[in-house]
């Protein structure tokens, strides 16, 4: 038990409070806090500099290094206070080429990636690309978030098309295997442990977990059904692990998915989504658990 | 010591262009020299590739981050002992005034904005900078009280064009502590101090022939050093 109050900053904006769910999360993330005796306070971009006067941060905006989240999560860590998500795990999950990289140099079970730069998009490199991965591709903007910036492609022209809207913010792109699966699993890690498990329903006839309708701009999410996280398998758990080693020690959600018995880690996240009553539904102590890193 | 870099340099030292470096796993220190070092731009995945491949480089990732997002590049220069002012990250213009008050000069903290400033002296160029700068106030901003002159200045591996002393401390520091071989900083200059205000990068159409020259003789200088190359 912690002998000392902590005073907790949890910097959010305000769209973290328009889904009823999400907000339910942060009232039990405020209610777990204080339930220890610490301090908790919700930290709006209006108050940013006043980070200073915490022990601890929290972030639940969603984190970017090119976003206002980054200098809150920096300024905290060059002060030393606690803080997730730290800047280093930001930097890495934030950009999806670095993560790859790392996963590469240090062997972590991944979906088949290769990088292509602004200048290599040509015929041949396209070519290669369709003949190594066959068809279609998946392209993602190393900045993806929220099954955003994800698209594929099965020909020349539509993948000419694609990439050329993601170079206009990155130089570099990652391009994988499609590899469609039923469901991601989602595996909750902090600090090198397992916090939660999730599988994230992929919607019918649609590949990733959240797809827009045709010819509309609402996204539909697929379900989220929360497992005991001691009834999964244990190659599952180590491929989470050892994906989130190569990052850092906070808070995150891992993507895997399981192609002939395999795992496969497809992305680690900072910033992961915890809503009420869904990742939640099978760990309730996981506000605890969280609060607590804070403050110990 | 391997220099990479997109941009026609004199020296004897040898030089890769960032596209065939990012396709390499050359393993040796690098020194990254790019007009621009933007997050997601060439000039960045040129260090972190670097780093990934567990060679030193100037710059670091890190560095690259924070030297551009104007509120960290404050908060470490203060840290640092870099004059700089006191300054407020806020998206509210009511904070602004009561805490920092008239003349103000106006940062970006987003996305999508990485070069320039506003001033303002009142409360209507205020809400008109932060419109502009907040992006329609969907984003904070970093004030900072302007106590006296602001103007920009380019500077090449810590070296600049001025003979103001107080200013050549600044760029000499900022190298010394980002390392970032070539920008543009803001610094605002009152009658006793010149403060750190600002970084962005420096265009490529920004460069003269004698920038030119004198970023290519630190090359070579740095190349020489070879051993003493620091990180």
Request: include cysteine; charge should be positive.
């Amino acid at each position: 038990m912690n002998t000392s109050v902590s005073r907790i900053a949890c910097f959010v904006e305000k769209y973290n409070f328009s889904d009823p769910r999400e907000e339910g999360a942060l009232q039990n993330f405020k209610r777990a806090a204080e339930k220890q005796g610490n301090e908790f306070h919700f930290l709006f971009r209006e108050d940013i500099s006043d980070v200073r006067k915490f022990d601890a941060v929290f972030i639940r905006a969603t984190t970017d290094p090119l976003n206002t989240a980054y200098v809150v999560s920096k300024t905290a860590w060059e002060l030393g206070l606690k803080v997730i998500d730290d800047p280093e795990s930001i930097t890495i999950c934030g950009n999806k080429i670095h993560q790859y990289a790392l996963f590469e140099k240090y062997n972590v079970p991944r979906i088949p990636t290769v990088f292509l730069n602004k200048d290599d998009l040509h015929h041949k490199k396209i070519n290669d690309i369709f003949e190594e991965f066959g068809k279609p591709v998946v392209i993602k903007a190393p900045y993806t978030s929220f099954s955003k910036y994800v698209e594929k492609a099965a020909c020349e022209t539509n993948f000419r098309d694609v990439c050329k809207r993601f170079f206009k913010k990155s130089d570099v792109l990652a391009i994988q295997k499609f590899t469609p699966t039923e469901f991601d699993w989602r595996v909750g890690v902090l600090n090198n442990d397992v916090l939660y498990v999730c599988k994230y329903m992929i919607p019918k006839g649609r590949w990733k977990h959240g797809a827009k309708l045709r010819g509309k701009p609402t996204i539909v999410w697929g379900r989220t059904v929360a497992l005991k996280k001691e009834t999964i398998p244990q190659r599952l758990r180590e491929a989470a692990l050892k994906a989130c080693s190569v990052v850092g020690k906070g808070l995150y959600g891992v993507d895997i998915k399981e192609v002939d018995g395999e795992y496969v880690v497809v992305e680690v996240n900072d910033n992961p989504s915890i809503y009420a009553g869904y990742e939640d539904r099978k760990d309730k102590d996981l506000y605890g658990k969280i609060i607590n890193y804070l403050t110990e | 010591m391997l220099v990479v870099s997109n941009i026609d340099l004199t020296t004897d030292s040898r030089v890769m262009n960032p596209a065939t470096f990012l396709d390499s796993t050359v393993k040796e220190p690098i020194l990254n020299v790019n007009n621009e070092y933007r997050y997601l731009k060439t000039g960045y995945y040129v260090s972190l590739h670097a780093e990934v491949l567990g060679n030193r480089v100037i710059p670091s990732c890190e560095n690259i981050i924070d030297s551009s997002r104007i509120p960290i590049l404050l908060l470490r220069a203060e840290r640092a002992g870099i004059p700089t002012l006191p300054s407020l990250v806020t998206d509210s213009v009511k904070k602004i005034v009561s805490e920092l008050g008239f003349p103000v000069v106006i940062f970006a903290v987003n996305p999508f904005i990485y070069d320039g400033y506003k001033t303002a002296n009142n409360k209507s160029a205020l809400y008109r900078a932060m419109k502009s700068l907040g992006m329609n106030y969907k984003f904070a901003v970093c004030a900072q009280p302007l106590q006296g002159e602001i103007f920009s200045i380019k500077t090449f591996f810590g070296k600049c064009q001025t003979n103001d002393l107080q200013t050549q401390n600044i760029c000499k520091k900022v190298y010394e502590h980002f390392k970032i071989p070539m920008c543009k900083l803001h610094i605002q200059r009152t009658r006793e101090k010149a403060y750190l205000c600002g970084l962005q990068p420096v265009g490529k159409d920004e460069l003269s022939g004698q920038d030119l020259q004198m970023i290519s003789k630190e090359v070579s200088l740095l190349s020489e050093q070879g051993e003493h190359f620091g990180v």
